[in-house]
């Protein structure tokens, strides 16, 4: 069975620009969460989407959006990029949720 | 909000000697996992513990999920290099569908 995987791997943006980042789960996943990974902050969680509907956000502000498909497939998108959004984007699936999540390699964001 | 506090940060240590790590919170979890994460991957699910005063074995690893439900720790016999890693301790409460994540212990095991 197939992991999940994150398109794509790395990224260099400057600031100001917005990007997208997607997430496709294991396949019957219907739950994928977002992870910003920091060495100062760890990982904090962003959202939770399951069946096309956000179920839950984190405490970050609204430049950072995200959207689930029919296909569990997930993007995340970051709007209006500031220095500080520079960290390793996880994306994980699960079952159900909260429960047992599989996660991706991530997306190394760097904002210039 | 929900905190998890995991102790000690950085762990160095030599091939062969015994460590524990904690995760402690003053909330409560349904569950509890702790998760390994090499450098340049994602985290990989090592266990989940239910219930409280549980106890689990994965081969030199063992996992305790405190009585209350609020603190776990993850104990090493015998440590090997191949050990290294972060190890991440996840609350998971209720039907909030997050998990809540300490900042991980960075273990390095030397040959």
């Known amino acids: 069975k197939a992991g999940v995987t994150q398109t794509p791997r790395y990224l260099i943006k400057t600031r100001g620009q917005q990007v997208t980042l997607s997430c496709s789960p294991i396949?019957?996943?219907?739950?994928v969460s977002w992870y910003q990974q920091t060495p100062g902050q760890g990982l904090q969680f962003l959202f939770e989407?399951?069946?096309?509907?956000?179920?839950n956000k984190g405490n970050f502000p609204g430049r950072f959006s995200g959207r689930q498909f029919s296909n569990s497939r997930s993007e995340m998108n970051v709007s209006t990029l500031e220095l500080g959004d520079s960290a390793l984007y996880l994306c994980?699936?699960?079952?159900?949720?909260?429960?047992?999540?599989?996660f991706g390699p991530g997306t190394r964001l760097t904002v210039l | 909000t929900q905190l998890l506090e995991q102790s000690p940060q950085f762990l160095s240590i030599q091939e062969g000697e015994n460590l524990t790590v904690y995760c402690n919170s003053s909330s409560v979890f349904s569950s509890l996992q702790w998760y390994r994460q090499e450098p340049g991957e994602g985290p990989v699910l090592l266990v989940t513990v239910v219930t409280g005063g549980e106890v689990k074995k994965l081969k030199r690893l063992t996992f305790q999920f405190g009585d209350a439900r609020k603190d776990s720790s993850l104990h090493i016999t015998a440590a090997q290099p191949g050990d290294t890693g972060l190890y991440l301790c996840a609350g998971a409460s209720g039907s909030n569908y997050k998990l809540t994540f300490g900042k991980g212990t960075l273990l390095t095991v030397n040959p």
């Open positions: 989407y399951f069946s096309e509907t956000q179920r």
């Open positions: 396949s019957g996943h219907r739950s």
């Open positions: 994980a699936s699960s079952w159900t949720g909260a429960n047992e999540q599989f």
